[in-house]
């Protein structure tokens, strides 16, 4: 197996290679002005570890995967073309009005409670560029008002000559008839050809978001035709540069659904947030091949924080109506909690409380964080690192980026030192404790609402900063044992290359598996069927325009239900494809039954308040040959620790006193070395931080466990 993945993030440019039985990783700063001179700087990295030249590898390696920020950017920067919508006639506040949703989507918990003070986000759409056309369908998907063909062409013309770029067409109903949508793209074909210079793209609403409620299908689709243009143009750039240097097969892209498909196949709603998913499917893997059971995700990179939960049953957390920047939207995205406390996350002082407050603001890759000397002037997270001693100035990042502590030292002390009346290195101290925290909250926030104990799951800490804010983290979290992945450094780019490609129908539901009125269990089994075909058809035609074999292809259904009205839903991934019998119903709501009495407690469950379906979701998928991981044990055996390269003084959460402190290189990474803490392990792509009294493990492929020392 040859493979090159690739994971564009914020502040650096992952790549991870796969060449025959070497595994390499690549590290470069990102260049949001041209992406492309990031992903050969980093490939570069690589190339030269393999000794190989870029060309030559392009040239065999079996597939390139990119997971890639472009769309995230494009919408804080509000890069994109002008979008005009065709709505229902009577509908046409239905954007603006925004469910009376639009001041609080997107906010921080903390923004959201001073409602009064927050402000609406800027519209992508203005009200002006929305159009009314007269037509209606019913809910059953009966026409209760014809299309008005004429009415069509007005309205059509009327959005073109206001200058719109992109066209949404967002039909009430349409979900479950879209006849008069897919006749407006032929009036508008047949009035502006595709061939005619500067041809206009136009999203059918239908097809974008399959699921009811316009509200969410329109800003879904809103965004995905706001989008279009910059992924395009952006990731056509890639694959230009790909071709440039000899690689002729398509390439692949990462979805936020778990999965991946060529560039052909791929919506741009599907790429936000890309880059986390993937290291949240080589998450899964690991769980799966290390028997790790329960997993909770955390990747600490230079811009943010991720969190993600891994179930060892299999089923993966979405969000149905996940919200991208301020907008909802109805798009199945892997559910992802993002908190801005990464490398490069800019602490200020908080005047209410009068500490430190991290993020969300990052300083990014350029101008980065002040100890960088590229002209960043606030303080971060990663200036606290460095003068607090656990960072090498010389060896960061492999020796590619010099830090300056002068510089560190200076953002701290004229943005900080005088509100909080501390020594620099005290509110270093501060800011290491607090993101620490803050991300310890995040972590039990979310284990707790979705049912779980962070005792009951493993933590898996990687990307850049992982494994050195992994101790503190579990410190502040009450955790034990905390697991920093193999390649750690660039284990969200391994992930890209280790899914498959996949693609996700679903369709909205009601069926009702027992009614409690009627005392009655469902038996429509050919309607049920009949939806599932329909759903596995849809993704077998995505995966047959790529060119995969229809035997490889595999299918797996999931079911989101709840008891009564619960607004409380739980993802079951049934083994059963279709409904032949009253003895395949109750299975699933057996098993329904399970997942939820182990999400929430046994005696939970109440299905005398009635089952139901309220989503049924296919995922249709080709298995691709995956990086092979291996069992992660603690060695009966250790080895003694290698010789130190050198002592540093070292500053810790919790010690009024610097540490002397050794620090070690890539041999402590050789599988069964201990070594106890205060300690720092330095290698090319990331540091360990032992912080007093835990224990550093190596153990197969890289990986590291930190054990707290028992009292």
């Not at 879904?220 to 694959?239: K, V």
Request: net charge negative; charged share 20%.
């Amino acid at each position: 197996m040859k493979r090159v993945s690739v994971d564009i993030g914020g502040t650096f440019t992952d790549t991870f290679v796969v060449w025959d039985n070497q595994y390499v990783e690549g590290k470069a700063l990102t260049t949001h002005h041209n992406l492309a001179q990031g992903f050969n700087d980093s490939l570069t990295d690589a190339c030269r570890q393999l000794g190989v030249e870029p060309g030559v590898l392009l040239k065999d390696v079996d597939s390139v995967r990119y997971s890639t920020t472009l769309a995230t950017n494009a919408l804080i920067e509000r890069k994109g073309p002008r979008v005009g919508v065709l709505v229902t006639s009577g509908f046409k506040s239905t954007i603006p009005l925004s469910r009376a949703r639009g001041y609080g989507e997107g906010l921080s918990a903390a923004e959201q409670m001073d409602i009064p003070n927050a402000r609406r986000p800027e519209p992508i759409v203005s009200i002006p560029m929305i159009r009314e056309v007269r037509e209606r369908v019913d809910y059953l998907g009966q026409v209760f008002w014809q299309l008005d063909e004429d009415d069509v062409r007005l309205r059509i013309r009327e959005l073109v000559d206001a200058g719109a770029e992109a066209l949404v067409v967002l039909f009430t109903n349409s979900v479950v008839n879209p006849a008069h949508e897919l006749r407006v793209r032929e009036i508008f074909l047949e009035e502006y050809p595709a061939h005619l210079l500067g041809a206009i793209p136009m999203l059918l609403s239908h097809q974008v978001a399959g699921r009811r409620g316009e509200y969410a299908r329109g800003t879904a689709s809103i965004m995905d035709a706001f989008l279009h243009q910059t992924m395009y143009h952006g990731l056509g750039t890639l694959e230009l540069n790909l071709r440039a240097q000899g690689y002729a097969k398509p390439m692949l892209v990462s979805h936020n659904s778990g999965g991946m498909a060529q560039l052909n196949s791929t919506d741009a709603l599907q790429t936000v947030n890309s880059g986390p998913v993937s290291g949240l499917a080589a998450s899964e893997h690991l769980a799966q091949a290390a028997g790790l059971g329960n997993v909770i995700a955390t990747d600490m990179g230079g811009t943010s924080f991720d969190i993600g939960i891994v179930d060892q049953g299999g089923v993966k957390h979405y969000d149905f109506n996940p919200v991208i920047g301020r907008w909802l939207v109805a798009v199945p995205m892997v559910h992802m909690i993002t908190l801005g406390s990464g490398g490069g996350s800019i602490a200020r002082y908080d005047r209410v409380f009068r500490s430190v407050e991290l993020g969300p603001q990052s300083a990014g890759s350029d101008p980065g964080p002040a100890c960088y000397d590229r002209g960043g002037l606030q303080p971060t997270v990663t200036d606290a690192d460095l003068l607090l001693g656990y960072l090498d100035p010389d060896n960061y990042a492999n020796g590619r980026i010099p830090l300056n502590p002068r510089r560190a030292r200076q953002a701290i002390e004229n943005n900080l030192c005088d509100e909080l009346d501390m020594a620099v290195l005290d509110v270093a101290k501060l800011i290491k404790r607090n993101v620490d925290a803050n991300m310890a909250n995040g972590i039990a926030t979310e284990l707790r609402t979705r049912g779980y104990e962070p005792g009951e799951c493993t933590i898996l800490a990687y990307g850049g900063n992982g494994p050195l804010h992994a101790c503190g983290i579990a410190n502040a979290l009450g955790v034990k044992r905390i697991l920093a992945p193999p390649f750690s450094s660039t284990f969200s780019a391994c992930g890209a290359g280790n899914v498959s490609q996949m693609h996700i129908h679903e369709m909205s539901t009601w069926t009702v598996l027992f009614n409690p009125a009627t005392r009655r269990f469902f038996n429509d089994y050919e309607r049920f069927n009949r939806s599932v075909e329909v759903l596995e058809q849809r993704g077998r035609e995505d995966l047959l325009r790529q060119g995969m074999d229809e035997q490889a292809i595999q299918y797996r259904l999931e079911l989101d239900m709840r008891y009564g009205n619960q607004r409380v839903q739980t993802a079951v991934a049934t083994t059963l494809n279709r409904l032949q019998s009253q003895k395949d119903v109750l299975a699933i709501m057996d098993q329904f039954h399970e997942s939820y009495g182990a999400r929430f407690g046994k005696g939970s469950q109440s299905p005398e308040t009635g089952v139901r379906i309220n989503t049924i979701r296919v995922r249709a998928f080709v298995d691709q040959p995956k990086v092979m991981f291996v069992p992660l044990h603690v060695s009966d055996a250790p080895l003694p620790p290698p010789a130190p390269v050198a002592q540093r003084a070292c500053h810790f959460v919790g010690h009024d006193q610097p540490v002397q402190t050794p620090i070690y290189n890539d041999a402590a990474l050789a599988q069964g070395t201990q070594i106890e803490g205060p300690a720092v392990v330095t290698t090319r792509a990331t540091t360990y931080l032992i912080e007093p009294g835990w224990t550093f493990h190596a153990a197969a492929q890289g990986a590291v466990w930190f054990i707290k020392a028992s009292r």
